[in-house]
Structure formats: C-alpha cells, structure tokens
C-alpha cells in the first residue's frame, strides 16, 4: 500500500506561483512513476504531468507547458509540481498519483494510487 499526501495548495493572484509537494510513503518510491492530474469544477479530471522513476523524463499536458515544471527527490520520496503564471483557468484540485509500470500509464490515465488532492485557487 502507497499513501500519497499533497500540500502546497492555496489562493494566488492570476500571474503568480505556487509550489505543490506529494510526500509519498514506502520504500519504492524510485521505482514509481508519479504524475498531477488536476479537477475543476464540473469537469472531469485531467492530466497535468508525470515523471519518470530517475527524473530523467517528463511530460506535460499542453495546457501547462512551459508553466509548470515537475521534479522528484527520491531521497525524500516526494514529487514536486512548481507553477508558475498561473491563470484563473489552472483553478482546480490537484491530486498527485502513482504507478508502478511508467510514465505512459500516467499519460493514459492508468493510476495505481491517488492523493487526496490540494486546492489551488487563482483570482483574476
């Protein structure tokens, strides 16, 4: 069992930045691709990014790239998201996820486990 625990979400101005963390529990963490998927209001949930185990391969939704960056310190089994320009359409639940397979799974929305998902919020 894998719990993935987000923080790092809040209230910013459109043009902004937020941090968010996913500090992950276990001890296989290096071997797992991680990745942010995100949920606005009526709108089914999407992805946003994901890693690879090494950190050594990214990929990102168009919507977000050259925005958002995502990195990892499997030293301290946690995934990062780092957004930057935020726009008021970025407003959402961000949910971190895991799976065990690699990054492509992710893109395909093939998640093993989820967050609980941090609450961004951007004002105009």
């Known amino acids: 069992q894998v719990q993935l625990v987000e923080s790092g979400g809040g209230l910013v101005q459109a043009g902004g930045s937020l941090r968010l963390s996913c500090a992950a529990s276990g001890r296989t963490f290096s071997n797992t691709a991680m990745g942010w998927f995100r949920q606005a209001p009526g709108k089914e949930r999407e992805f946003v990014a994901t890693?690879?185990?090494?950190?050594?391969?990214?990929y990102y939704a168009d919507s977000v790239k050259g925005r958002f960056t995502i990195s990892r310190d499997n030293a301290k089994n946690t995934v990062y998201l780092q957004m930057d320009t935020l726009k008021p359409q970025d407003t959402a639940v961000y949910y971190c996820a895991s799976n065990s397979v690699g990054t492509i799974n992710i893109r395909n929305g093939v998640v093993d486990y989820w967050g609980q998902g941090t609450q961004v919020t951007v004002s105009s």
């Open positions: 890693i690879s185990r090494s950190g050594g391969t990214t």
